[in-house]
């Protein structure tokens, strides 16, 4: 509390966590209330909001490993066609 306003310094847990929106929800309730008190509101820290696949938290990135492999072996077949003309 800085007078007349109060920050709300978070780290809001990653999507994982079966409880983001239980935490978000009583971040709203807590800013509602100072502002229902008279107070200005600033929120800042880490939202862990994603906006593009390469924010997801890395161990959650799906791989597809034979996806992966046929195109390792369309490569080499191409290279040894390429390699025996």
């Known amino acids: 509390d800085h007078g007349g306003f109060v920050v709300f310094n978070v780290y809001v847990p990653n999507g994982i966590h079966t409880n983001k929106m239980k935490f978000l929800m009583a971040l709203r309730n807590a ?7 008279g107070k ?13 696949k390469r924010d997801i938290y890395w161990k959650h990135r799906v791989v597809n490993v034979d996806e992966l492999l046929s195109e390792k072996q369309q490569q ?3 290279q040894c066609e390429v390699g025996s003309q």
């Open 40 to 52: 200005h509101v600033v929120l800042v820290g880490d939202m862990n909001l994603k906006i593009d």
């Open 76 to 78: 080499q077949q191409q």
């Open 31 to 37: 800013m509602r209330l100072q502002r229902q008190s």
